[in-house]
């Protein structure tokens, strides 16, 4: 599966932005990662194939994963954004098993930066 990520963009603090992710074929497990300059990719979110989500702590309240099985697609709808968001958001289509995820394919990445 082949994953293309678009949605990334300048943004002022505490403005909004939807990242999507289309895939070339069928989507299981899915997640968003971000990498910020100089940092470790780190998970976001995750959205199982039956639809159960779960969230990193410091995006909950704040983004929210959703998905259309029916067009390959996932979402990540970022909202009250802060400059400490500014990352390379990356979606992975992987598998979750028990509260772990294991990614298996990436994404290429779309960029967000959050500033005045």
């Known amino acids: 599966v082949q994953l293309q990520a678009s949605g990334g963009g300048l943004v002022q603090p505490g403005g909004s932005l939807r990242l999507s992710c289309l895939a070339s074929?069928?989507?299981?497990?899915m997640g968003w990662y971000r990498q910020a300059p100089g940092e470790q990719r780190e998970l976001i979110a995750t959205?199982?194939?039956?639809?159960?989500?779960d969230y990193k702590d410091f995006v909950k309240g704040r983004f929210v994963i959703s998905s259309d099985n029916a067009r390959n697609t996932v979402y990540l709808q970022m909202n009250s954004l802060k400059p400490e968001d500014t990352a390379v958001y990356y979606c992975?289509?992987?598998?979750?098993?028990?509260?772990?995820?294991?990614?298996?394919?990436w994404g290429q990445g779309t960029l967000v930066t959050v500033s005045s």
């Open positions: 074929g069928s989507i299981n497990d």
């Open positions: 992975v289509n992987g598998v979750l098993i028990g509260r772990y995820y294991y990614p298996r394919q």
């Open positions: 959205i199982s194939s039956v639809g159960i989500t």
